[in-house]
Every structure is written in C-alpha cells, then in structure tokens.
C-alpha cells in the first residue's frame, strides 16, 4: 500500500474501505476491524489523527455514520452504529464496552414478528418495519471502562468517567462519575 | 507445556513467555492468552498445582504486573488488566468475560490524560503509582461478565453473582450481587467435620 492513509497495523483483509477516512497517525488493528461495516454513506468513518483503535468493531449499518476526534485510544471497543455515534477529542474505552445508536428490533410485538420474517431466510427483500434509533454523543475526555454499555440517544458530557461495567441509558453531565445498572452519579472526576 | 514453551495441539502458534512459571500438573489451553503480556518481571505469573486456563482468558499485563494463581483455581475467560499485582487464591473459580483490574491504565485527572494521550504508545502499561493490587481469596466463585475494580479484596469463600461490578471489598463467606455489588448473605464457614 502507497497511500499513507490506507495504512493500518494487523488489517488483513486488504485494503480499507473506501468510505473510511482516517487522519495522520491513527492505527486500527484486528482483522476483524471493518467484518461488519456496511455503511453506503459517503463518510461514514472519519477518524482524526494520532488515534489507537485497538481491537475494536465497526459494526456500522447502511445509514450508519461514525466520527471519532485526535488522541482517542479505544481497546477492543464494540461499536453498534445504525445511525450516528459522535465521539469527541481524547476519549478512552475499555475492553468490551458497547456502544449502540439503535433498538436493534422493534418494541411493538406485532411489529417485532414482522421484524423476524424480514431477517429470516424467507425473507428476501422485505422491508423490516421502523427501529427506534437516537444519536450517541461522547464528548472531549471521556473515559468509559470496560464491559460498560451506553444506550441509544446518550449524551456523555466533557470529562465524565463511566466506571467499568455500567449500563448508561440517560444523558450524563461534564464531569460526572457513573457507576451502576442504572448507572447513577457517584462523584466527579478529578 | 513442551519442552520448547510451546503447548501440545495449540491453535496458535505462540509460546509460553520465560518469566510465567507453571505448575506441572496445571492445564493451559492456548498461548493467545499471552498475545497483550508484557510483563518483565521475573516470575510474572504463577500457576499453580492442577490449576486450569481455558480459553478466552487474556493476560493483559503491564511491564511490572505480577499475578499469583492458587492451586485447583479455575478461570474460563477472564481478561486480567494489570499492572501491579493480583492474586488468585487456592480453589477460585473465575467465570468468563470477567474483567480483573488494578488499574485505570490512564490518569483519571482530564488534562493529565491529555499528556498521556498525545504520546501513549500502543499497549503500554499505566504510570507507576496508578494500579492497586487486587486479591481475590481462596475458593471465592466469580460469576460471568463481572467486574473487579481496582483495589479491592475479595474474601475467602465468598460468592460474586453474574454481572455484578465489585468496586468495594467482599468480606469472606459472604454472596454479594449487583452493580454496584451489594452483600445479600452470609454463608456458612467450613465445619471441621466437612474439612478434617
């Protein structure tokens, strides 16, 4: 490969795809990295420079779209993306974490059976009905642990730290410390 | 373990690190548990007698991590951030997607992160003085997706439920649950006429 942005530590499976745009600097590992990314937005990873993206998924669906700031380290992160996720400048995740913009199925039950034949093998084609999705929004210096989850429509605010494990399904403030299922504020982060 | 460090019909093709010692009779399934081991400390891990490593267990240890394991432990699964010290004691048994750390890798002070960030190197270990060691005492059962926080003392014979993040220390013979963890109850000591 020629072209310095294309470049990627431990990408296997050639090259990236073409809708990715990373910045100087920035490293992705894992072959598994882009194995569910089927984004047919334009941009639908950008990711700033001097980022590590170790290990971590891009599950990103045909309207998804993520942005990732500079000097984000993300270890083994899973990232659910139907819609948008935003993540800041200097944001830390752990191991594990997840982080999804969508329901995955619908609420409804009569919806949800429907929801199952358009995923089935019978069914081709089918539109599957409408599924709740609300951007997540990560701002600058966030730091979320491992095995931590963040829901649909969050917004984590500067500086907060989700504490390992935590289940995060509400708006969090600048600065918030988050422990708990649900998570509820403990402190501030230093 | 062969004699080259290398296990018999391991999927990946890695070898056991020099400075993990491991008990003749213990069971290590693969060498990819030691793809994130850093550690140069002499005898970084311990494994001890009839102990068992099975798959999915992920030593991710700094450059002066140390780890003790007990005899008859069991850890199916766990992932292990260290990088000062964690004991595991005799008869434990440790569940999977379990996360085991004494440290935050990273200042929890923003504009101090920052610093670290700008010129952390892939993989690195936490700045001396950030992890706290954790213990996890003899014949405690650790249930899956759990968390231990940095710090914290498991005591011997105590019960973690699933799920559960254990940021403050479980006295022994104790079941707690929850996130965060909460004591539900207290469960009965070894009788002599049981443990003669």
New interface residues.
Partial sequence: MTDPTRQTEGWTHGPLPANVRIGAQTRITADYAFKRFLSRQPEALVLGSRCTMDGVHFAVGEQGKIEIGDYCYFTNAVLLCELQLRFGNYVVIGWNATIADTDFHPINPAERIADAIACSPAGKGRQRPQIARKPVIIEDDVWIGPNATILKGVRIGAGAVIEPGSLITRDVPAGARMLGNPAQIIGTSV | MNADRTLPGDWHHGKIPENVKIHDSAYIQTTYSFQLFRSEQPDAIEVGEAASIYLGVMF?MGRDARLSIGSYALLNGA?I?CDSEITIGDYALISW?V?L?DS???S???AQ??EE??T?P??SSSLAGLARPIRIGNNVWIGF???V?PGVTVGEGSVIGA???V?EDVPPFTVVA???ARPIRKLEPYCSSQHA
Wanted: net charge positive.
């Fill in positions: 991710d992932r951030i997607n996360v750390m935050y890798r990273v929890m002070n923003a992160r920052r960030l700008r952390m892939l993989r997706d759990s968390c926080l799920r559960s993040v940021a929850g996130n965060p």
